[in-house]
């Protein structure tokens, strides 16, 4: 059960990757076309521009959905996608954003603690992401092991700031209040009765029957490992 509900996570994570790479690599295309330039062209710009050798293997690459052999794509950087756009005159893709704000943690019974008034998604801190992220999510970090197998200690946890209607979550991983003010990371499941809800978790009892104040949905995991690496 413990090693599913791992393949389950890392799968969510990889088709997240894998979304951003198909979105970038067919924009970087529908920008050299919109130009008619060549990828050669675009290239000798962005090193112009930005100050640093990027060859036409390298735009080749940023077009890429799936590596072929040794060759794999390559992703896109925020700087070099401002860039790509003021050179071709091609609107760069609505939304984009490649940072998250940290509002808390995840302690003891995968409930969540926000940083004083930082709740709401004025952040503690700004994390840079290697994938867009969409407008109005917002980050906690997991600390200790309650959330295990699922999430582990470090790991950085996206979720939508806004909330939704309950009723359509039901059977996914959310960030949901209680009427008594405690907020947890659990899966939504429907309760007894219309109105009651109950929060599943992977290695803790259920909290059942419970009244609940919003549901938010939940967006993407980064291991601690990754995003800690990209901040030194």
Known sequence: MQEKSVAKSERHTVAILS?????????????????????AELARHLT??????????????MQ?????????????????????????????????????????YVGAGSEVHPFDDHEMGAGLETIDTDFPVKPGTVA?????????????????????????????????????????????????RRGSVDGLFTLVSANASDIEDVQIEWARRYRFRIPADEWRSSTK
């Open 64 to 104: 890429m959905v799936e590596g072929t052999g040794k060759t794999k794509p390559r992703a896109v950087a925020a700087d070099e996608m401002i860039a790509i756009s003021e050179i071709t005159g091609y609107p760069a893709p609505q939304g984009s954003n490649y940072s998250v704000n940290v509002v808390g």
């Open 140 to 188: 906690v970090i997991v600390r200790g092991d309650s959330m295990l197998p699922i999430f582990e200690d470090g790991d950085l946890i996206g979720y939508m700031a806004d909330s939704a209607d309950p009723t359509t979550l039901i059977g996914k991983t959310c960030v949901v209040r209680l009427a008594d003010g405690r907020t947890f990371i659990k899966k939504l």
């Open 19 to 39: 979304y951003a790479s198909r979105m970038f690599a067919q924009w970087v295309k529908a920008a050299l076309e919109h130009a008619d330039m060549s990828g």
């Open 48 to 61: 112009e521009r930005l100050g640093r050798s990027i060859d036409r293997a390298a735009v080749q690459k």
